[in-house]
């Protein structure tokens, strides 16, 4: 097969694919990923052929100019903590016309659409592999007659307020009939001469890496895959110091690369978490590089600051993990068995942060309670209550039972051969 696999700028939201692309290439599939020039260097860096497509703007254009009207809209717990059913029709309104006119639309720009969809009618793809906010991806597929599926990195929020804004459109008043993502797909779709329909927004089925406990179950095809740490955003070495196991319990603490790269919000602020872990009985590990570390005050005798460690090397060292709620850096941290303390407040994180936390498998702190003393309290708890450690080994062991990408393969050929010849009649 031909499989064109696409994802908008940002390597963070790209790093879930390589795994899958890899077992699709030694599968003997011809892979091909597209995005704007931004990621270039990024895919082929995974070893991975890429097709350049459109212009920029990256992830940092976009959050510098609306990243906070966007922050704004989602600071609503019912939405943060997946209470969607409580949500008003208002909220769900504003949330579609929101994230198409001030996210969606500046990462699938026209330019980038344009040149994926003359890529895809050249190259023919027989599969479109899409991240779920590269609608681009949706588009070059039915404007060229491939099968195409939504790749998950993440739980499906989006997807989950998407369903129930569609149900309330069904049931309510004419005024709240304003579909702004429907309206926007069927624009550019038209542009194409194709016509819109929901598998646009879904996919035609889901590849999705989340463990069970956390999926969120849609009613959509979903194909599950084992989570596959790859942190190649930067080369990863494994240095000397991480050959013998500790001495004492180790704590990775790490605000992940997209705060680096992106200027999105930083949950972790490295005095704060200085204090809280001075004079503790544990070795803290965190992952600051030059611009952050020019930041910090005194670093605490038992602090070891480096600026990049591979997480899967580090990990399965570690007690505990503290961190900012990133999908690559809870997905590493779920899949190695390690109790995790999460920081983050923003989108899934905190629907990821509160289930660990239902599960017994890490403690979540919200910005607002963040402080030294509590911090303090509650690593002490997860590095000396051994529960955290053995559920988060159980949730280890459910991601470990899922089918790993060189054996979805098979079903994604399955897949491609039922869907592919019904959304070439579509775009016809």
């Known amino acids: 097969m031909r499989i064109l696999m696409t994802c908008f700028a940002e390597g963070s939201h ?14 003997g599939h011809e892979v091909r990923v597209a995005s704007q020039p931004a990621l270039t260097g990024t895919i082929t860096g995974a070893g991975l052929t890429a097709v350049p497509v459109g212009s920029d703007p990256a992830l940092h254009t976009v959050l510098g100019a609306v990243g906070g009207d966007i922050m704004a809209l989602h600071d609503v717990a019912d ?37 994926l969809v003359t890529f895809a009618r050249a190259w023919r793809p027989d599969l479109v592999i899409w991240e779920p906010f590269t609608f681009a991806g949706a588009v070059a597929a039915r404007a060229s007659g491939a099968a195409h599926a939504r790749l998950l990195s993440f739980p499906d929020m989006f997807g989950s307020t998407r369903g129930l804004f569609l149900d309330r459109l069904a049931a309510g008043a004419a005024e709240h009939h304003d579909d702004t993502l429907g309206e926007w797909l069927s624009w ?34 979903v194909v ?44 972790i602020l490295a005095d704060e978490v200085f204090d809280a872990v001075d004079g503790l009985d544990a070795e803290v590990v965190a992952t600051l590089n030059a611009a952050e570390q020019d930041l910090v005050g005194t670093v ?22 503290v961190h900012h709620g990133g999908a690559g850096t809870w997905a590493t941290a779920t899949a190695t068995g390690v109790p995790q303390i999460s920081l983050g407040g923003v989108w899934d994180v905190v629907y990821r942060a509160r289930r660990i936390e239902q599960l017994g498998a890490g403690l979540y702190l919200p910005p607002g309670e963040v402080s030294a003393s509590n911090l303090r309290a509650t690593l002490v708890r997860v590095l000396e209550e051994p529960s955290f450690r053995q559920q988060a080994e159980l949730l280890r ?16 050929q399955r897949l491609t051969a039922r869907h592919h010849g019904r959304t070439a009649t579509a775009a016809r």
């Open 14 to 27: 790209f790093s879930g694919s390589v795994p899958l692309a890899w077992a699709l290439r030694t599968a």
């Open 79 to 115: 939405y943060l903590e997946k209470r969607h059913e409580k949500l008003p029709t208002a909220f769900l309104k504003g949330h579609e016309t929101v994230m198409t006119a001030l996210f969606y639309s500046w990462i699938n720009n026209e330019s980038m659409v344009d040149d």
């Open 188 to 221: 550019t779709l038209g542009r194409y001469g194709c016509t819109f329909d929901e598998e646009a927004v879904t996919g035609q089925w889901s590849i999705d890496q989340m463990p069970p406990s956390i999926r969120l179950s849609l009613g959509h095809a």
């Open 224 to 267: 599950p895959m084992r989570y596959i740490p790859y942190n190649g955003q930067i080369p990863t070495v494994v240095p000397d110091w991480l050959w013998a196991q500790p001495e004492r319990p180790r704590v990775c603490v790490t605000a992940g690369m997209t705060a680096r790269a992106t200027g999105a919000p930083n949950a």
């Open 300 to 321: 605490p005798d038992n602090v070891r600051v480096v600026e990049h460690v591979p997480l899967e090397a580090l990990l399965p060292t570690c007690t505990a993990i």
């Open 397 to 412: 062991d459910e991601v470990r039972s899922e089918p790993h990408p060189n054996e979805v393969v098979g079903v994604l």
